[in-house]
């Protein structure tokens, strides 16, 4: 009678390498969407010594409802107006001169009824719990635009360049030590300039 015949092996010596190559394939090939964020400066966690006053001037509010409209300083308004409308409210100097508080390189219109200089001047964002995201992020953008306009006018006075170009080249690591620690200065100082103080307020139904 004949032997009968086993059954054949199958060869799994190879079948981590195949495994390990289709990982290494995928890892390469695959496509990972990050959202985009959002650079901002926390504030530091032990409360203020002495509490702070802050004039209603000094306070820039826009508010952005559900349906992505604002209500800047309590009146309807279109976004694309949003940038000249803050620009305009940091850059008042409402201060009389002779006073501490009087901004000297200002250009606005000086109004007494408006911020006393770009040092207190705040702006505050509030949104609805249902607002679109790309209104809010636009609206983030024309506010930060805002500041960047002033400083870039304040870093061509005294530097000769716009204060975004400094600010991209003093914090691209490739940047020579040397030239950063120069960057490093006169960056702070347009900061100082026109700080950016920008609140947001707690998300509510708008």
Do not use: H, W
């Amino acid at each position: 009678m004949p032997r009968r015949k086993g059954a054949p092996e199958v060869n799994a010596g190879s079948m981590a390498d195949i495994a390990f190559l289709l990982l290494i394939f995928f890892l390469v090939t695959t496509t990972i969407e990050t959202d985009a964020g959002l650079d901002r400066m926390l504030p530091p966690i032990e409360p203020p010594d002495t509490d702070v006053i802050i004039k209603q001037k000094n306070i820039f509010t826009v508010n952005i409802n559900k349906n992505g409209q604002l209500l800047v300083e309590e009146k309807l308004m279109d976004i694309q107006d949003l940038r000249a409308e803050a620009i305009a409210f940091l850059d008042n100097g409402g201060s009389p001169s002779g006073t501490p508080e009087y901004c000297n390189y200002c250009k606005g219109k000086r109004d007494a009824g408006s911020s006393d200089n770009p040092q207190k001047a705040i702006i505050s964002l509030k949104n609805d719990r249902e607002t679109p995201y790309s209104t809010y992020i636009t609206v983030q953008n024309e506010l930060v635009a805002a500041y960047n306009d002033l400083r870039n006018r304040e870093s061509r006075r005294l530097y000769g360049r716009d204060f975004t170009e400094m600010e991209s080249e003093y914090l691209n690591p490739e940047t020579p030590s040397s030239v950063r620690d120069e960057l490093k200065e006169k960056v702070q100082r347009v900061q100082e300039l026109f700080p950016q103080k920008l609140s947001e307020a707690e998300t509510s139904k708008i």
